[in-house]
């Protein structure tokens, strides 16, 4: 019946003209390919398949003028290599905040049921272990495809996305007009193995596991390679204006039909107890599936909701992954040795006998520091115990005492620096020993410069640690000041260092002075200043200057800035070292003040007030309240106190801070009044 159907279809071709038999074996394929790989239910033969495809291909080769950049013979891919240019996500790609306990579970899920104050639903969905994506449709046709890189801007990959046969190029049925649906990228094991079998007969480096091998091929700059891969994907979230509903299980349920492969494994719950099932099954029943999971992820199912939650500076407050138990394995523990980070910490690493784990061989495990050394009472020789914390970081967690025969002696912490010879010391409260020596201790030079370097900071490409290291054994750098004194005619020559590797590093040292005053400030490498806390001071301060004399209240003012991290910043601009290189990175022309079109949008309507946000919202939500309150001069605060001027009250307000408010005497404002006083 399928080849008669399909002779059929041919004959009737006599009777079209080329572009439409062109559309009709377009629209066939990719309902074909939807069957096959979205489905599971194939109804024509891989023969029949190819005839079509090769019949299609054969029609848009004599007959360019109708080219389709969505059509499905742009699934085999290109063998022309392209560069990745970056582009911003229309929303940001935030990270989920992990837990790996059942009280953990419990502890989001009361947070969420306080907050929200009425009946809510969690969707339950299973966390893939691949790299994510976020694909855009406009008039049902896949227009870009972007990696989630640095959350705010990725990669665009989209003709690489178009060699995956189960992400669809055109969809079907009552979609949106324009959306954004987000998934994974996965490599089923049955490829990873394969490939690793290929690489491991040519002696080639093997993938440590599904997820690196599925983030490198996405990444290839050859699709035709990235098709031969064989990549699969599931999509799990949807963002647009309209969406066909409120509730996220809804919507994707939506989708399905439109032509995504969406996982037929989540679950709407209505309690605590419903989670924990299905948590308990799939920790057991996921190991039966074709791709790697980690975890389960946890989400508040009205969109509504999620709104008014909100966000953390990292993560919604909405949703959480639980990650499951790591695998454990047992090996031989042969040697410690230590390293000496950026900052001057001491971590201790395990060196062991070879181990599988998790997909991956483990030879090195971290210990962390003294204290976890101690409290394991470690030999060398001893038989260990690994996991992988997440999953992702291996460490030991203890050991077999009872196969301790003839081991060697015991493992005690080093007391000096193992690079410059310093002795090490220990601030109070604090686990880790630091080598104090930083303006000549070689790693701790070495690794300031390359977070400097980093793409999330300077971004200064064609430099690594290796070139950093050479540059700094050839006594070209000291210090991030002196990257901005290289010239080409000083590197040419070095090793790997032909005339167009050094043109381009020097071109990009000379780019990076247009770097952003925030992402300046992070480069910095200040201790305990990272990427949300270098953006909150950027928007606080004018220029670097302002910021150098800030005094402990001024910094400890500003949203998320606590004394721990008001001090450290103290700290640093008081040290004369720091004084002299940030005079010698601003002769450079490095960009120490913030940007006049930053400053657009600010205001002092409420500066000197502190502020507390309770309830639900219609206008906006939590985060958008949050931001319009820091850019007209006042201060959030999460807790009502003393020093509380008003609080922003939406609907559904928790009792007790209603009460608390009411016995403080603390004005209650509502959206329409606070919106007023900003007109």
Same mark, same amino acid.
């Given at each position: 019946?399928?080849?008669?159907?399909?002779?059929?279809?041919?004959?009737?071709?006599?009777?079209?003209?080329?572009?439409? $038999?062109?559309?009709?074996?377009?629209?066939? %394929?990719?309902?074909?390919?939807?069957?096959?790989?979205?489905?599971?239910?194939?109804t024509?033969?891989?023969?029949?398949?190819d005839d079509?495809?090769r019949?299609? $291909?054969?029609?848009?080769?004599?007959?360019?003028?109708?080219?389709?950049?969505n059509?499905?013979?742009?699934?085999?891919?290109s063998?022309?290599?392209?560069?990745?240019?970056?582009v911003?996500?229309?929303y940001?790609?935030?990270?989920?905040?992990n837990?790996?306990?059942?009280?953990?579970?419990?502890?989001?899920?009361?947070?969420?049921k306080?907050? %929200?104050?009425?009946?809510?639903?969690? =969707? =339950?969905?299973?966390?893939?272990?691949?790299?994510?994506?976020?694909?855009?449709?406009?008039?049902?046709?896949l227009?870009?495809?972007?990696?989630?890189?640095?959350?705010?801007?990725?990669?665009?990959v989209?003709?690489?996305?178009?060699?995956?046969?189960?992400?669809?190029?055109?969809?079907?049925?009552n979609?949106?007009?324009?959306?954004?649906?987000?998934?994974?990228?996965?490599?089923?094991?049955?490829?990873?193995?394969?490939?690793?079998r290929e690489?491991?007969?040519?002696?080639?480096?093997?993938?440590?596991?599904?997820?690196?091998?599925?983030s490198?091929?996405?990444?290839?700059?050859?699709?035709? #390679?990235?098709?031969?891969?064989?990549?699969?994907?599931?999509l799990?979230?949807l963002?647009?204006?309209?969406?066909?509903?409120?509730?996220?299980?809804?919507?994707?349920?939506?989708?399905?039909?439109?032509?995504f492969?969406?996982?037929?494994?989540m679950?709407?719950?209505?309690?605590?107890?419903?989670?924990f099932?299905y948590?308990?099954?799939?920790?057991?029943e996921? *190991?039966?599936?074709?791709?790697?999971?980690d975890? !389960?992820?946890? *989400?508040?199912n009205?969109?509504?909701?999620?709104?008014?939650?909100?966000?953390?500076?990292?993560?919604?407050?909405?949703?959480i992954?639980?990650?499951?138990?790591?695998? @454990?394995?047992?090996?031989?523990?042969?040697?410690?040795?230590? /390293?000496?980070?950026r900052?001057g910490?001491?971590?201790?690493?395990?060196?062991?006998?070879?181990v599988?784990?998790?997909?991956?061989?483990?030879?090195?495990?971290?210990?962390?520091?003294?204290?976890?050394?101690?409290g %394991?009472?470690?030999?060398i020789?001893?038989?260990?115990?690994?996991?992988?914390?997440?999953e992702?970081i291996?460490?030991?967690?203890?050991?077999?005492?009872?196969a301790?025969?003839l081991?060697?002696?015991?493992?005690?912490?080093?007391?000096? =620096?193992?690079?410059c010879?310093?002795?090490?010391?220990?601030?109070?409260g604090?686990?880790?020993?630091? =080598?104090p020596?930083?303006?000549?201790?070689?790693? /701790?030079? *070495?690794?300031?410069?390359?977070h400097?370097?980093?793409?999330?900071?300077?971004?200064i490409?064609?430099?690594?640690?290796?070139?950093?290291d050479?540059f700094y054994?050839?006594?070209?750098?000291?210090?991030?000041?002196d990257?901005?004194?290289?010239r080409?005619?000083?590197?040419?020559?070095?090793?790997?260092?032909?005339?167009?590797?050094?043109?381009n !590093? #020097?071109?990009?040292?000379?780019?990076?002075?247009?770097?952003?005053?925030? @992402?300046?400030?992070?480069?910095?490498? #200040?201790?305990?200043v990272?990427?949300?806390?270098?953006?909150?001071?950027?928007? &606080?301060?004018?220029?670097i200057?302002? %910021?150098?004399?800030?005094?402990?209240?001024?910094?400890?003012s500003?949203?998320?800035?606590?004394?721990k991290?008001? /001090?450290?910043?103290?700290?640093y601009?008081?040290?004369?070292?720091?004084?002299?290189?940030?005079?010698r990175?601003k002769?450079?022309?490095? /960009?120490?003040?913030?940007?006049?079109?930053?400053l657009?949008?600010?205001?002092?309507?409420?500066?000197?007030?502190?502020?507390?946000?309770?309830?639900?919202?219609?206008?906006h939500?939590?985060?958008?309240?949050k931001?319009?309150?820091? *850019?007209?001069?006042?201060?959030?605060?999460? &807790? #009502?106190s003393?020093k509380?001027?008003?609080?922003?009250a939406?609907d559904?307000?928790?009792? &007790?801070?209603?009460e608390?408010?009411h016995?403080l005497?603390?004005?209650?404002v509502?959206?329409d009044?606070?919106?007023?006083?900003?007109?």
């Amino acid at each position: 019946m399928k080849t008669r159907n399909f002779v059929f279809q041919s004959i009737e071709f006599r009777y079209m003209t080329i572009k439409e $038999q062109i559309n009709q074996l377009r629209a066939e %394929l990719h309902q074909h390919n939807y069957n096959y790989y979205v489905l599971n239910a194939p109804t024509i033969s891989d023969k029949e398949f190819d005839d079509m495809m090769r019949q299609l $291909q054969d029609l848009e080769k004599a007959h360019p003028e109708y080219m389709d950049t969505n059509s499905p013979t742009m699934r085999v891919g290109s063998d022309i290599n392209k560069d990745f240019r970056q582009v911003y996500h229309q929303y940001p790609m935030l990270s989920l905040g992990n837990t790996y306990s059942e009280d953990e579970v419990s502890d989001f899920y009361e947070r969420v049921k306080k907050a %929200l104050n009425e009946e809510f639903e969690i =969707c =339950c969905e299973l966390k893939y272990d691949g790299t994510s994506i976020s694909l855009t449709y406009e008039d049902g046709k896949l227009i870009r495809a972007v990696t989630r890189g640095d959350g705010e801007k990725g990669d665009d990959v989209t003709d690489n996305v178009k060699t995956i046969r189960s992400i669809p190029l055109v969809l079907h049925g009552n979609y949106p007009p324009s959306f954004e649906i987000r998934g994974e990228i996965l490599m089923p094991w049955n490829v990873f193995e394969e490939l690793n079998r290929e690489k491991e007969a040519r002696e080639e480096p093997l993938f440590a596991n599904p997820r690196n091998a599925a983030s490198g091929t996405l990444k290839l700059q050859n699709s035709a #390679i990235v098709a031969s891969r064989k990549l699969d994907a599931y999509l799990y979230y949807l963002l647009g204006n309209p969406l066909p509903s409120d509730g996220h299980y809804e919507n994707l349920m939506a989708a399905s039909q439109w032509g995504f492969k969406i996982s037929e494994h989540m679950k709407k719950t209505h309690s605590l107890q419903e989670i924990f099932d299905y948590i308990k099954y799939w920790d057991i029943e996921r *190991k039966n599936l074709p791709v790697a999971t980690d975890g !389960i992820v946890l *989400k508040v199912n009205s969109l509504r909701q999620q709104r008014n939650l909100g966000y953390t500076a990292k993560s919604p407050r909405w949703a959480i992954a639980y990650k499951f138990q790591a695998e @454990r394995a047992l090996t031989r523990l042969n040697q410690v040795t230590y /390293q000496v980070g950026r900052t001057g910490a001491i971590t201790p690493v395990a060196n062991l006998d070879p181990v599988q784990l998790s997909g991956t061989i483990v030879k090195r495990a971290s210990l962390h520091n003294a204290d976890i050394i101690e409290g %394991l009472d470690l030999h060398i020789g001893d038989m260990v115990y690994v996991e992988k914390g997440g999953e992702i970081i291996p460490k030991i967690t203890g050991v077999d005492k009872n196969a301790r025969i003839l081991v060697g002696e015991k493992v005690k912490f080093i007391t000096h =620096c193992p690079e410059c010879g310093s002795k090490l010391i220990r601030y109070e409260g604090e686990a880790a020993h630091y =080598c104090p020596n930083e303006t000549a201790c070689p790693p /701790q030079i *070495k690794g300031k410069i390359e977070h400097f370097i980093s793409r999330k900071a300077m971004n200064i490409d064609g430099l690594g640690p290796e070139t950093v290291d050479m540059f700094y054994r050839q006594g070209l750098i000291k210090d991030t000041a002196d990257l901005y004194q290289l010239r080409t005619n000083n590197i040419i020559g070095l090793e790997r260092m032909g005339q167009k590797t050094a043109d381009n !590093i #020097i071109k990009s040292i000379e780019a990076s002075k247009q770097v952003p005053f925030e @992402r300046v400030l992070f480069a910095l490498g #200040i201790r305990f200043v990272g990427e949300t806390v270098a953006k909150k001071i950027a928007k &606080s301060f004018h220029d670097i200057d302002e %910021l150098a004399h800030a005094d402990i209240e001024t910094l400890t003012s500003i949203d998320e800035i606590g004394g721990k991290i008001a /001090q450290s910043i103290v700290s640093y601009f008081k040290n004369p070292a720091n004084q002299s290189l940030i005079e010698r990175l601003k002769a450079s022309g490095l /960009q120490f003040k913030r940007n006049e079109e930053d400053l657009s949008g600010y205001t002092d309507k409420l500066a000197g007030q502190t502020i507390v946000i309770s309830g639900t919202f219609v206008r906006h939500s939590r985060d958008e309240y949050k931001t319009l309150i820091e *850019k007209n001069g006042g201060k959030n605060s999460g &807790s #009502i106190s003393g020093k509380t001027s008003f609080i922003l009250a939406g609907d559904n307000m928790g009792p &007790s801070k209603l009460e608390k408010a009411h016995k403080l005497g603390i004005r209650m404002v509502n959206e329409d009044e606070f919106l007023s006083m900003l007109s």
